[in-house]
């Protein structure tokens, strides 16, 4: 390890420790440990000639230091912009006396160099904090961006040179979903996808600094669309990665570019959630805004109903009520609470949150009632009827189905490789792979509660 890159390793350690995590939180900020440093840089190409690289957002210098690791003299410019003038300082005394360059105080998403430069290398480890439609620097960026480390990547690409690359430190949130479409489709026409590397942990990557996320590191350049994307893995941060070379038209697909981490496997399955008649929904009770309708007992004179959480499906099946601190009944006072409630009939529950490091992302729970209930906004629910109208499931045993396929490691996985969130939204679940309904009912009839991973995958491996 060099001296530039020991010494800002150890500014690094002296900047976490000095720094209150609330300041932290506060300016979206967490530096990047050395060992994801230097994985960011091996990511970029090799170069013949000499480089004029932008460190957005510096720190403490790592990634800087990182660089010049990588290229050596080759690095003939190095520049950086920071917006907390105590890191700005630090990566002054660690790096700006190695390497030429500009030192700019300020936000990234504001400023640039100034003098019209374009970079043939950008590194970043951006901020991870939601973008408000109406923040004021939507307007200067060329694509609207729901979160800071996505603007902060379109000035990165906005900022590169013809073939020039850049490299960032990034949730895997951007690969899917409507909030970043708009983004996708920004930077995949502005760029080629070269590289992806994703970590097996979410709490890994920043454990030092409490940031638990989805973290990939991700390299684009400036030219056409190659036909193949490396992608590479490893479980910890150190650990030497499994490469693979895919198809570029196997992990980037669709009309909203969804990436996937790895190709679909194949399947007899064509169908998806939607496209066979079902229609997902978010938990209708939000129960901080409801506290005057939720009660722990049942109340008398009141008229109520179970108020269902995914707490109550302990084992698999529904049991209500049940005592963990959340109220279980939810009363009909009027016509805004009556519209909450779902009427008897099967449906199937889907968690929406996983917690740390779970073994499956997608969980569902079949609910098969003979009264109405209420359903918590921390699931989504299934059922064949419309956004605005719900309809229970035609059969019990289509509930039984649809839950053990949604609790296969097939559906798991694919949902994995399609999403680097750890939220299971209704719009994810209407892309999900699916089986026809009578697929689905004679699946259901072999389901049992308290089944074994292994017997749900069992019982699903002839539709696949």
Not at 1 to 14: G, H, L, P
Not at 113 to 134: Q, W
Not at 222 to 242: F, L, W
Request: charged content about 25%; some cysteine.
């Amino acid at each position: 390890m060099s001296e530039v890159f020991e010494q800002a390793t150890q500014a690094r350690i002296k900047a976490i420790a000095g720094t209150s995590e609330a300041t932290r939180r506060a300016l979206a900020q967490h530096l990047t440990p050395p060992e994801v440093a230097t994985l960011a840089a091996s990511l970029f190409s090799d170069a013949d000639r000499d480089l004029t690289c932008l460190d957005l957002g510096g720190g403490t210098g790592i990634l800087s230091a990182a660089l010049l690791e990588r290229y050596g003299e080759r690095v003939k410019r190095l520049d950086t912009i920071e917006m907390d003038p105590t890191l700005a300082r630090i990566y002054d005394e660690e790096v700006r006396r190695r390497v030429g360059g500009k030192t700019m105080l300020g936000d990234a998403l504001l400023i640039d160099a100034g003098d019209g430069t374009r970079y043939d290398r950008v590194i970043l480890n951006p901020p991870y904090k939601k973008m408000a439609s109406d923040d004021p620097r939507q307007k200067v960026l060329p694509v609207h961006s729901a979160n800071l480390y996505a603007a902060f990547m379109v000035r990165a690409v906005e900022q590169l040179a013809d073939n020039g690359e850049v490299v960032a430190i990034v949730p895997r949130s951007w690969t899917n979903g409507d909030y970043f479409a708009q983004f996708r489709r920004y930077v995949l026409a502005s760029c080629s996808l070269d590289a992806l590397h994703v970590y097996g942990s979410r709490d890994e990557v920043f454990a030092d600094t409490n940031v638990l996320q989805e973290t990939m590191i991700v390299r684009f350049s400036k030219r056409q669309q190659v036909s193949t994307i490396r992608v590479s893995q490893s479980a910890v941060k150190g650990a030497e990665p499994t490469v693979e070379e895919f198809m570029t038209s196997d992990l980037i697909v669709g009309d909203s570019l969804v990436v996937r981490i790895a190709p679909e496997k194949h399947t007899q399955i064509v169908g998806t959630i939607e496209g066979v008649g079902l229609c997902p929904s978010t938990g209708k009770v939000v129960d901080f805004r409801s506290r005057g309708y939720i009660t722990e007992d049942e109340p008398s004179g009141r008229a109520s109903v179970p108020l269902i959480y995914v707490g109550n499906f302990p084992h698999g099946t529904l049991e209500h009520p049940l005592s963990f601190g959340k109220g279980q009944w939810f009363c009909l006072d009027d016509g805004w609470a009556e519209k909450q409630v779902c009427q008897p009939g099967a449906y199937v529950v889907v968690r929406r949150f996983s917690a740390k490091e779970e073994r499956r992302r997608v969980v569902a729970y079949p609910l098969v009632v003979d009264r109405p209930v209420a359903l918590e906004n921390h699931s989504s629910f299934i059922h064949q009827g419309r956004s605005r109208k719900v309809i229970p499931l035609r059969s019990a045993d289509l509930a039984y189905g649809l839950a053990i396929w949604l609790n296969s490691t097939f559906v798991d996985e694919w949902f994995r490789g399609v999403s680097g969130s750890t939220q299971v939204n209704a719009g994810d679940i209407k892309k999900m792979p699916c089986p026809s309904l009578d697929e689905l009912e004679s699946l259901g009839r072999s389901w049992s509660a308290g089944m074994t991973q292994d017997e749900i995958d069992e019982a699903c491996r002839g539709l696949l």
